[in-house]
């Protein structure tokens, strides 16, 4: 498709890990086109290129060679890793450029934690006060012996905790508290410092994490981070391909996921004023790929049919072989997973919704790039699990105007007679559309005849304006959103959410339909993470991404990932469990499942189901 | 004491890790010089300044600058870490040179083996063959599972070797044999290669080490080193000193051994034909300063009083941890130590020598730069050891013309009416004298009555040559001998021997003592070490090196520290063995023993003790 000579040649700029595209003509600066963009960049100078703050990091593409003043902002070693000046920099071909955290005045909205019922904490840490008569020519044992000594009998450490409490005891006169894991000191710390320990969801896009007293369970502080692999692909898939372009590959995304985590940990305890080695414990879940690449686990595998892994087992790695700053002898322990691309995170959801433990048969979805779905069916002992790729439609990306839930992404959309009623995230003026938003836009469009229920615009409806690349609706026109150009949401925009929607619609009614079970047999859905907490379900329903059921049959958890990584965190009753639930989960494989396609094609349709 | 002006200026040269050393006039080149000691450096030009061959590195102390020769032959990098060739760099100070083993034309001889009896095999590595179905669509199952599948119940396995497998098993269609440690895959191997274990020695000043089946326990191979962190300190007290100047010091020795050992294993895999990655097991002894410094243990709390040990538990520690390439999940036992420096180098000699099984009262004595002593008394259920610092002069060092028992080092002596019968090592032309050539010396100079008791030479006796310096004896005229100047033993050299003496005699006698045990008690004396193996008792028991016993209670077991690493290497009930010996043996410390010094100075003396 060749464009029309009358329109100006544009280059798309994308700007990760917001996931915001923009179209500028050439030689627009950056820092232009963030603005356009609506992305607020740190300019303390006004652009005025005398602060530096503006920085960002060369993805791919074109700009102008740095100028004088960048190399005079900039180290020799930023220049050559990418860095450049955004206010500088000027755009000569389509590029994609990374913001980092640092070059932003606000960041993402991240949902970090979920519903979480009450729970006994059954740590896999104890701490243990202990005091030692310090050594003499009369009493020389060595170090390590006089400590446990004082500790249960058959007490043991590793060469790092070994180090650790040759000067932590003499710096504390030989009054410590240990940090026990079954047999193993795992640490020591001065007398009165308990251990904490942190839970992780290590997702395709978002990293979630929570800090959590081992001795009683309450969270101390929680955050969260984009994860930073989002540079080298969107979706696992093109991760994976990223990995296997060589040893540097798989590396670089695995250096990336052990920084960010390193980042967050020290996020978390400097929030709870702890010191990093009271970090004695960490449970981390994510799906199949992003825990082997954050493992440095082999994926040649798992990307290509069988898609194996190298191991769905729970892991204890050690929190220092990952890079990761905390007690010497602290672990890793990774919960186990079931096949294919569903991982340990499904099985905390799992755990954290209490799927295994479900007295009617219930309907568990997780949305996501990979969207996860479970039925469970205790009339036949069973919980099956399945596996889809929708894509990262939901997250932004692929749409013309879409973005993740940043400040001033459209959550919400009501039309009404003239306009449209916008929520946005952080109530900020309006820069683009993030999934939640979305939904509702496709059914406002759809309940105002605006679109058809094969998902094409009515062109002759006096609120489509038709542009030379096709029909669309204006959501927000730049005068009053926070961007330069209008928020609009085309035919291109919504074949894309349909694509995310078949997906979806094909896994839920072929696991349906491999269970033997009717879709009015389900009595709970269960909607998991950080997206499923804010999509509007009534929507949802109108348009036939949900089975239809009653409203009140559904259930909205939140980032039920975390809540299980938490539950295995603090308990090892908990860590059985998610064994057994990994050992009974049955997966289901929907690349060889019969008519996947068929469905596929016959769920992104835009009617309700019912 | 000022030189006489009549003397030309001389500067002293010491070369490492040989231990010889050399005066030499201002501008004489480091190659010359080492001609003079009667070191044959490779220099298959000539010296003509082209072939490169005789490079060293600089120690300490002043050379001429790098000529434009040098800087042709030798990188950057290499210039900067000190190497020069010997042929160029003209000495302008007094300096210290160390030369790498391939500089030289002949190696050093290292005794790495020892008497060894008839020992079962109850390793603990087992090696299983196994094969397993590819993964299809329909068995999609991780590769870890699949394969322990196919292995007894419970076993699992570390990252590293789920990283293995995953080729492994696809390069040799699921056929492989794995190789268990108790209930842990410590690597994997293609059909019928099976594992190899390596005993190590690590000494003070050698390194001796073993390549071992593991099946059924037979010696693959042998291969020795010298410890080459000799440059940093000849005895553990020096060592520990340059490892407590900071941390970058107590890497570097820990570097060195590591490096070392990694160079062993692979000489010692080529000589018998297995891959690395069949190295599964590794089992390590040493004194506790060796152990510590190669583990990057903390030291300072060693150094000083009351010498308290990080730990002295036996120690599993991944090889890869180490640096040492094996397989993957490969483990270093490190056997327990006693006390004080008495590590797991005595606690293998004991196993070796089978000291805890005595029927006897025996007495073991294990001569190097440090000296440890241990005497079973079966009648009272007790193992008492001790350790002192006997000194390098057993190794050549601090003696005017000694040196390690390297090719062309006088280890036997014997005087005749009018010279001396000389035993050189490799027969070559005498260079310099070895510990067991300056026993041999002592005792006949002292049995032509040379020396007197107190050792002091006879100045009148017209075979004792008269110099500036004092009194000497001529062993090997510049005539006869390899180097350019005669072989003699001196006045100072002669002191130095009586040091350490003095050192070894107060060691037995406040253990004998402290034991309630006369001499005449004791049934056996055990000598072990390299050193001791070449040894002559004879002449030992003449000057009262060794308590008066009758030669035939005298037993030489050669290298026994390397022979119960090997034991336990092949056995874990010899490991179950080396903790109880561990255990049950005291440790008495000879600093704050009563009258240690008195005892230390009358063991000065050069009679014999009956």
């Known amino acids: 498709m060749t464009r029309p000579a009358t329109i100006p ?15 500028v003509t050439p030689d627009t600066t950056l820092l232009e086109a963030a603005r356009r963009a609506g992305i607020a960049l740190t300019a303390t100078c006004g652009g005025m290129h005398s602060c530096g703050r503006c920085r960002v990091i060369m993805l791919a593409g074109h700009v102008s060679p740095a100028d004088e003043g960048e190399k005079a902002l900039l180290t020799e070693s930023e220049l050559q890793s990418g860095y450049r000046l955004a206010c500088s920099a000027r755009v000569q ?11 932003l005045v606000t960041g993402q909205r991240l949902q970090v934690t979920g519903e979480s019922a009450g729970l006994t904490p059954d740590p896999p840490i104890w701490a243990y006060p202990l005091e030692a008569p310090p050594p003499t020519l009369h009493d020389p044992r060595a170090d390590l012996e006089r400590l446990t000594a004082a500790l249960p009998q058959g007490t043991g450490a590793s060469l790092p905790v070994v180090r650790q409490i040759t000067e932590t005891a003499r710096t504390h006169d030989w009054r410590l508290t240990a940090y026990l894991r079954d047999a193993e000191i795992v640490g020591v710390a001065p007398p009165g410092a308990g251990p904490v320990g942190v839970a992780v969801d290590l997702g395709t896009t978002k990293i979630a994490a929570s800090l959590v007293d081992l001795t009683d369970g309450t969270e101390l502080a929680a955050a969260g981070a984009l994860n930073p692999q989002i540079g080298y692909g969107e979706d696992v898939i093109s991760r994976l391909t990223y990995a296997l372009r060589g040893p540097a590959g798989a590396h670089t995304l695995a250096a ?3 920084e960010t985590l390193d980042a967050l940990l020290g996020d978390l305890t400097a929030q709870a004023e702890v010191n990093r080695t009271q970090v004695a414990e960490i449970c981390l879940v994510g799906n199949t790929a992003m825990t082997h690449l954050l493992l440095a686990l082999p994926v040649s595998q798992l990307a290509s049919a069988p898609y194996v892994a190298a191991t769905h087992r729970a892991l204890d790695v050690r929190a220092a072989d990952l890079g990761l700053a905390a007690a010497p002898g602290a672990y890793v322990h990774v919960l186990p997973g079931i096949g294919g691309f569903v991982g340990a995170d499904h099985v905390a959801m799992l755990l954290a919704g209490g799927l295994d433990e479900m007295a009617h048969v219930t309907l ?7 969207t996860e779905i479970v039925l469970a069916r205790p009339d036949q002992g069973a919980l099956t699990s399945t ?6 439609a939901f997250e932004g990306a692929h749409i013309g105007h879409g973005m993740r839930a940043a400040s001033g992404a459209i959550e919400a959309v009501a039309l009404t007679e003239t306009g449209a009623q916008l929520k946005t995230v952080d109530d900020a003026p309006a820069i683009g559309l993030c999934g939640s938003g979305m939904i509702d836009a496709v059914a406002e469009l759809r309940r105002w005849g605006l679109l058809n229920a094969r998902g094409r615009f009515e062109r002759d409806h006096p609120r489509v304006r038709s542009e030379p690349h096709g029909p669309e609706f204006v959501l927000a026109s730049a005068a009053q959103g926070g961007s330069r150009s209008d928020v609009v949401i085309t035919q291109k925009d919504i074949n894309e959410f349909q694509l995310a929607k078949g997906a979806i619609c094909a896994g839920v009614e072929s696991l349906l339909e491999a269970t033997g079970t009717s879709p009015e047999d389900v009595r709970e859905v269960v909607i998991a993470g950080a997206f499923g907490a804010f999509l509007n379900v009534q929507n949802a329903l ?10 009140a049959r559904y259930r909205q958890v939140g980032n039920a990932a975390l809540v299980g990584a938490r539950y295995a965190l603090v308990s090892r009753r908990m860590r059985e469990r998610a064994q057994a639930i990994a050992a009974q989960t049955r997966y289901l494989e929907l690349t060889t499942y019969p008519q996947f396609k068929r469905r596929f094609a016959l769920g992104m349709g835009l009617g309700s189901r019912e």
């Open 542 to 551: 109108a348009i036939g991404l949900l089975p239809p059921l009653p409203h």
């Open 93 to 103: 071909s389509r590029v994609k450029v990374h913001v980092p955290p640092a070059s």
């Open 387 to 392: 596996s889809c790729a929708s894509g990262p």
């Open 256 to 258: 990336l996921a052990r």
């Open 9 to 23: 040649p544009t280059y798309q700029v994308d700007f990760e890990p917001i996931g915001k595209r923009v179209d």
């Open 364 to 370: 568990g979805i997780d949305v996501g790039t990979n």
